[in-house]
């Protein structure tokens, strides 16, 4: 469907969509550029002020991946009249200023339809300097992989669907979600970066495999190393998996090796489509450690180095093995 779309040519444009980017960059002037992105998606929590919270940290987060800061932000609504009382939809409003106001950004509006399913998110503005745009594509030999947040929200997610999570474990799985990847953004930012993406939707592995097709280089991920929500790896062997997970499993068939010491539960957490995840950051291997300690010294006490970036020795290599 996408290769019938038209492809936009601009002198301004620093990133449309041909490398599956996480925002669209478009030059205003010599030192200014704005990041342009959307995201919007059903109830994951039952509370609707968290919910809007986690809606708008997951759309606030395309535009630190590209290394911006969020300026306005566009409310997108879709509510079933009649159906829920309007107090909830208030509250997500709520909720989702409460993070945009926390990022140093403002809510200008935005826009509602009558829809049979709650749904709710955001269109993000932001700013960067058009020279210090940060790319999910870039990667090179010997780099590593930095993930600043816990893997497994997709899962968490489902099991409270099916009412079978603790409130300890969701209690973590929320705390992740809410949070801004503002600090991490902030602190990579200092460092030599030559890619990095968001997780969410494709999961680790599939945003693992967009970094590498992008940078012609293979990506291997240590499944040891990491980092996951509390009791997640026991609820993926218990088979609280969501449907995007077997989406992302059969679209990554022929992209992706995982090697028979890796268990069938933490495999699957790595293939876990999720909901305002980390930055998953690529850079030279010596600065690595130095970038996850400061990391973490901001606050996100979970940022790891996950992986390292290789050469393909072949074209019948994969593009990412976890090991």
């Known amino acids: 469907m996408l290769r019938q779309l038209p492809t936009f040519v601009h002198p301004d444009l620093i990133v449309g969509t041909e490398t599956s980017d996480d925002a669209g960059v478009f030059r205003l002037g010599p030192d200014l550029a704005i990041v342009n992105t959307v995201d919007f998606f059903t109830p994951i929590v039952d509370d609707p002020y968290v919910f809007g919270q986690i809606a708008a940290a997951n759309a606030l987060s395309d535009v630190y991946a590209m290394g911006g800061d969020p300026v306005t932000a566009l409310n997108i609504v879709a509510f079933p009249r009649g159906r829920l009382d309007i107090n909830v939809l208030v509250e997500v409003v709520k909720g989702g200023a409460e993070r945009v106001k926390k990022a140093g950004a403002v809510v200008l509006g935005g826009h509602s339809i009558i829809d049979p399913e709650l749904k709710y998110g955001m269109a993000i503005t932001g700013v960067i300097h058009p020279d210090r745009v940060i790319r999910n594509v870039g990667v090179r030999d010997g780099d590593a992989l930095v993930l600043t947040k816990p893997l497994g929200t997709g899962i968490v997610t489902t099991a409270l669907k099916r009412r079978k999570v603790s409130p300890a474990v969701l209690r973590a799985a929320v705390a992740s979600m809410v949070s801004l990847n503002r600090l991490a953004s902030q602190v990579a930012r200092a460092f030599p970066v030559h890619a990095c993406s968001d997780v969410t939707g494709f999961g680790l592995l599939g945003h693992a495999v967009e970094m590498a097709m992008g940078s012609g280089v293979s990506l291997e991920i240590d499944a040891a190393a990491l980092p996951l929500l509390p009791g997640v790896v026991q609820l993926a062997a218990q088979g609280f998996l969501t449907g995007g997970c077997r989406r992302n499993r059969e679209y990554l068939a022929d992209k992706v090796v995982v090697e028979r010491s ?26 690595a450690e130095r970038l996850s300690k400061k990391v973490r010294g901001a606050g996100v006490r979970t940022a790891a180095t996950i992986g390292r970036a290789r050469a393909r020795r072949a074209r019948q290599d994969a593009w990412v093995y976890l090991r």
């Open 262 to 287: 890796v268990s069938a539960a933490l495999e699957e957490v790595a293939f876990d489509p999720q909901t305002s995840g980390g930055l998953l950051i690529a850079l030279p291997a010596r600065y």
